[in-house]
């Protein structure tokens, strides 16, 4: 099928270049040339805006880095909204409800309709193609564009709402934030009483403290101090505090949360917000006066 795809960052160029080789015709839209470039090598189309890829195609995907630019893009000056082709847009990013609902209805306005479509597995997922698909939005148009998805990995129809999909991302990124803010404590403590790192985490991941820190992030990016998972800590951030503000605003009990946070916020501050999300280790080596695995670079 004929889609647009708009932000070709570390997990858009992937999805998009999965989409070519399963045979879809893309238009793309960056506002980087460097990006774009690769896939108009494919054979991609190039656009000159989110409108020209809304004039050129009935479905335009998009994968951008934080709600307010997601919605500028759906909506603003130039946005998809001004399209004359297009009829439904696909919200791959992470928002947060409020502003799916807040988007879906000025869309609706357009008789454009959005479909949810956060993605969970990092970048190495969007390139093999096995990541958490989570959509919601009219079925009817689901079921048009299931396939096409489903080049991304395994799709769950979450629910017709708007923003019912990005509640369920909210909620598994805040699992995997919190996942690795207490990874992170737990083996600085032990590498402060004398335990080898390596160890720790073996044992941990044959044992009940298994988890997506232990086994891939520490493993990988952690005890080799490479820090390349490829998602930065100001993104990791941005979804903790959507999650933070979703529970708050339906009155759920927030004390995890709220603890994971500031772990987040420590990191953000100290670290940087363009750090890989992986060195939220580091504040808690330097308060500890250690370093897990190898020495730093």
């Not at 932000?7 to 015709?25: D, K």
């Not at 993605?119 to 989570?134: C, E, F, I, Q």
């Not at 520490?218 to 490829?230: K, N």
Request: charged letters at 15%; one cysteine or more.
């Amino acid at each position: 099928m004929d889609i647009g795809f708009i932000g070709l960052g570390n997990m858009g160029q992937p999805m998009a270049r999965r989409l070519i080789e399963a045979g879809h015709s893309l238009v793309v839209y960056d506002t980087r040339n460097d990006a774009v470039a690769p896939l108009v090598a494919l054979g991609a189309q190039l656009a000159g805006s989110p409108a020209d890829v809304a004039d050129r195609a009935e479905t335009v995907m998009a994968s951008l880095p934080t709600p307010a630019i997601v919605t500028a893009v759906a909506t603003g000056q130039g946005g998809v909204s001004q399209g004359k082709r297009v009829k439904r847009f696909i919200d791959l990013s992470t928002t947060g409800p409020g502003v799916a609902a807040a988007n879906a209805a000025a869309l609706a306005a357009k008789d454009i309709v959005q479909i949810d479509c956060p993605v969970s597995g990092g970048v190495a997922g969007a390139v093999k193609g096995t990541l958490a698909v989570m959509v919601s939005g009219p079925r009817a148009d689901i079921d048009l564009v299931q396939d096409a998805l489903a080049v991304f990995g395994k799709v769950f129809v979450i629910g017709g709402k708007p923003g019912m999909a990005q509640t369920m991302k909210i909620a598994n990124n805040f699992l995997s934030a919190t996942a690795m803010a207490a990874t992170s404590e737990a083996v600085v403590m032990g590498v402060k009483a004398g335990l080898d790192p390596a160890i720790m985490i073996e044992v941990i991941n044959s044992g009940s403290g298994r988890n997506t820190a232990s086994t891939d992030k520490f493993a990988q990016r952690i005890l080799t101090r490479t820090f390349d998972a490829g998602f930065t800590t100001a993104l990791m951030l941005k979804d903790v505090r959507l999650c933070l503000q979703e529970a708050t605003a339906l009155g759920v009990p927030t004390g995890v949360m709220a603890a994971v946070a500031q772990s987040w916020e420590t990191a953000n501050a100290e670290i940087g917000g363009e750090a890989d999300f992986t060195t939220v280790v580091q504040p808690v080596e330097r308060r500890a006066g250690v370093t897990v695995g190898g020495e730093k670079t």
